[in-house]
């Protein structure tokens, strides 16, 4: 029997964006140091952590990390590249609805449907992806079907033991699950290709 699921949350997977890299590098040339739970934190002026949305959070990140490292090839950096990679993020995290999740044999199948014609685009993109990526960390087995209103995902796995992961992950989880989106972002910024990048680590 399908089960209704309500519409993913905004920014969904935006929230693990690059949590990987090192945090060393700060906000704002003018961070004042401020003592936080025990711990040293670093605040831009007026005491705020936040740049703004997840998105230009992000951005602001990696231009931290870049602007950090005397080897950073200026010449090669493609923010823009990134910046259209997390609105289809975020596009295929919003808005996308899905209509149903059903256990299936060694893993689930999922209905999803876009809201608009640039979700999409975006979820086009994705389902043909990540599925690569899916497979090299976890060897879970992702496919996707388009139908007239959307696409069918199935994921399944070998191990018995990961069937009710899987099928708890969901849509969102399956797209978020893993460590190669913050690898894909930094590859992306500094104008690699990141399937390349991914391979190499």
């Not at 599925?131 to 995902?153: A, C, F, H, N, V």
């Not at 191990?159 to 699950?177: N, Q, T, W």
Request: hydrophobic fraction near 40%; glycine fraction near 6%; proline fraction near 4%.
């Amino acid at each position: 029997m399908f089960t209704s699921i309500n519409k993913i949350t905004q920014y969904g997977l935006l929230s693990c964006a690059l949590t990987a890299l090192p945090a060393s590098a700060e906000t704002s040339a003018q961070a004042t140091p401020m003592q936080h739970k025990g711990h040293q934190a670093q605040l831009a002026p007026g005491g705020l952590t936040e740049a703004g949305t997840d998105m230009f959070a992000t951005i602001q990140e990696v231009i931290a990390r870049l602007n950090a490292d005397p080897d950073t090839d200026w010449s090669k950096v493609d923010l823009e590249a990134l910046r259209r990679h997390l609105r289809d993020m975020f596009e295929f995290s919003y808005n996308v609805d899905v209509l149903s999740r059903q256990p299936m044999e060694k893993g689930v199948k999922i209905l999803v449907k876009a809201t608009n014609p640039r979700a999409d685009k975006a979820l086009a993109r994705v389902l043909k992806a990540h599925p690569m990526m899916l497979k090299m960390e976890t060897g879970w087995t992702m496919q996707s079907r388009r139908q007239k209103d959307g696409y069918e995902i199935t994921v399944t796995t070998s191990k018995p033991s990961e069937v009710d992961k899987i099928r708890g992950l969901g849509y969102i989880g399956i797209l978020a699950f893993g460590r190669h989106h913050q690898a894909h972002h930094w590859a992306m910024a500094n104008g690699r290709n990141p399937h390349q990048a991914m391979h190499r680590q």
